[in-house]
C-alpha cells in the first residue's frame, strides 16, 4: 500500500496547512524530506471552477524528485495531455471526464494505463463531480466498472462528504471497487483521521490512501504513516 500526501492548492497557497506548510513548495521539501515516495497534487480552484493555479502546478511538478499524482477539474483532454508535458507521474482523469468513453479511450491509447487513474468523486454513492451541484444518475460502482472494461487500472475513491473531516475515509466503498472483475487499484481519499484509517485501508486490500489535513494538523507524521502502510 501506498502513500500520498496530498498537496491542495487553492489561491496559492495548500489548503488546510500551517505556517511555512502553506507554501506549495515548502510543503514539497519537507515531505519529501521526510520520505514520502509521492505526492498528490491538487489545484482545487480549477477543480470548483474559479480559476487556477497553473504555474504554481506546474513549479511544483518540475521541482518534484518524487513522483507526482496530479488531478483537480481534469476533464479536458487538453488540460491532461499539458500535465503530462509537464512531467507528471501519473495524471487523474476528473469524473466529468471519465464518463465520456472516448476521451477515456483516446488518453488510454496515447498514454498507456500506468500512467492515468480515474477519479470518483461520490456522494452517498453515486458520482457527484467537485465543482458542480450535480449528482449523476451513475454509481461509483457503475463508472468504475465502465472504466475497468475500457483498461483503467487506478481508481481515486473520495466519499465527498467526509474530505477534511478527519472522520475516517469510506473504506466500504473504496474496497468494493477493489473487488470489481479485473481487480483495480483503489486508492481512497478524503477524511484519513488516524493511523488506524490506514491500517483499515491495508487491511481492506487498497492500493494507498491519500491524506492531507491529518498530516497539516500533526494527527501523525509521514515517517509514522509509511511505517503503518509498508
Given at each position: 500500500?501506498?502513500?500520498?500526501?496530498?498537496?491542495?492548492?487553492?489561491?496559492?497557497?495548500?489548503?488546510?496547512?500551517?505556517?511555512?506548510?502553506?507554501?506549495?513548495?515548502?510543503a514539497l521539501a519537507t515531505l519529501t524530506r521526510a520520505g514520502t515516495r509521492w505526492i498528490h497534487l491538487v489545484d482545487m480552484d480549477r477543480a470548483y471552477g474559479r480559476g487556477d493555479n497553473h504555474a504554481m502546478v506546474a513549479a511544483v511538478i518540475e521541482a518534484a524528485t518524487v513522483r507526482v499524482q496530479v488531478g483537480g477539474g481534469l476533464f479536458r483532454e487538453s488540460d491532461i495531455d499539458q500535465m503530462f508535458a509537464l512531467g507528471a507521474t501519473r495524471v487523474i482523469i476528473g469524473p466529468r471526464g471519465a464518463v465520456d468513453p472516448g476521451l477515456v479511450e483516446r488518453l488510454l491509447a496515447r498514454h498507456g494505463a500506468t500512467r492515468l487513474a480515474v477519479g470518483i468523486d461520490a456522494k452517498n454513492g453515486r458520482v457527484a463531480p467537485r465543482g458542480t451541484t450535480d449528482i449523476l444518475d451513475l454509481t461509483a460502482r457503475e463508472l468504475a466498472t465502465r472504466v475497468e472494461q475500457q483498461g483503467i487500472r487506478t481508481i481515486i475513491y473520495n466519499e465527498v462528504t467526509r474530505d477534511g473531516m478527519l472522520s475516517g475515509p469510506d473504506i466500504e466503498g473504496a474496497r468494493q471497487l477493489a473487488t470489481l472483475g479485473g481487480g483495480l487499484d483503489v486508492i481512497v481519499s478524503g477524511g484519513v483521521g488516524s493511523l488506524d484509517d490506514l491500517r483499515a485501508a491495508r487491511a481492506a486490500g487498497l492500493a494507498g490512501a491519500c491524506v492531507g489535513r491529518a498530516l497539516y494538523d500533526g494527527k501523525f507524521t509521514v515517517a509514522e504513516a509509511l511505517a503503518c502502510v509498508s
Open positions: 500500500m501506498e502513500l500520498y500526501p496530498a498537496v491542495d492548492i487553492e489561491g496559492g497557497r495548500v489548503t488546510r496547512a500551517h505556517g511555512t506548510m502553506a507554501e506549495p513548495m515548502r
